[in-house]
């Protein structure tokens, strides 16, 4: 039961009659998120009262909360099927991306932080731009771009690139209106150089060459757990099994 205090009648009205709209689960992790949890463990530190009663050190106590969050533990109201479809995911998901960050110099060999790590970490809400971001750099691609705007350029692609679904007919006619009305701003961004482009395609094939071992150990396994659960999203259940 929902019990309403102090609320006025109309408002609880609405509460009561509006529609709720439908909530999509996600996948619950990512690589920057991978990332949070690393730090979270290596800013840890131990004064010496804690070092004395080890139970109860910040390292221990950072361990058992990414733990958790490895452990899925939202996952509990879920059939047994679906815990462990998600796990099998969750845990290869963690494992690989630990090795793709150590591919891309942003984790050590202890799994601490360098380089742009702690940078990325503030800019989770644009992955996967964040970590383009951090590869393009230690490639110097900034080094050799000249231009001011196309540094501004490549940024956009990144983080500010938003899909307009026009036809050729629409594109033409609000082109031809912003030439008229002599706006100066661009609403469409130009062709990628061919450096960034190069850069991109690099990238892409080193994250192709780690997950697609990723998807082979979790279908592996899935197979070996799951009947046909390996074609299953686990919290949506969206099936692509023929």
């Known amino acids: 039961h929902v019990v309403?205090?102090?609320?006025?009648?109309?408002?609880?009205?609405?509460?009561?009659?509006?529609?709720?709209?439908n909530i999509t689960a996600h996948f619950p992790t990512s690589i920057t998120f991978l990332m949070r949890?690393?730090?979270l463990y290596s800013m840890s530190k131990d004064d010496d009262n804690q070092k004395k009663n080890d139970c109860c050190t910040a390292k221990r106590d950072s361990c058992n909360r990414s733990l958790i969050v490895l452990e899925c533990s939202f996952m509990s109201t879920f059939s047994m099927e679906k815990q462990i479809l998600c796990d099998i995911?969750?845990?290869?998901?963690?494992?690989?991306?630990?090795?793709?960050?150590?591919?891309?110099?942003l984790v050590n060999i202890k799994g601490d932080l360098v380089g742009l790590a702690g940078l990325l970490t503030h800019l989770y809400f644009y992955e996967p731009g964040n970590i383009l971001f951090s590869y393009i750099i230690n490639q110097e691609l900034f080094h050799s771009t000249k231009s001011?705007?196309?540094?501004?350029?490549?940024?956009?692609?990144?983080?500010?690139?938003l899909p307009w679904h026009l036809t050729d007919e629409q594109r033409q006619q609000l082109l031809l209106k912003r030439k008229e009305k002599k706006y100066n701003s661009k609403l469409f961004l130009p062709s990628m150089s061919k450096e960034f482009r190069q850069m991109?395609?690099?990238y892409n094939q080193i994250v192709k060459n780690i997950y697609i071992y990723y998807i082979q150990d979790v279908i592996n396994k899935l197979r070996e757990k799951l009947i046909n659960q390996e074609c299953m999203l686990p919290l949506s259940n969206i099936s692509f099994y023929k």
């Open 148 to 161: 001011l705007g196309d540094i501004v350029i490549i940024l956009a692609y990144m983080f500010t690139k």
């Open 37 to 39: 949890l690393l730090h």
């Open 4 to 21: 309403f205090i102090d609320i006025p009648i109309p408002k609880i009205r609405h509460l009561t009659i509006s529609k709720i709209p």
């Open 89 to 105: 995911q969750t845990h290869y998901h963690f494992l690989y991306s630990l090795q793709f960050l150590h591919r891309i110099n």
């Open 200 to 202: 991109v395609n690099e």
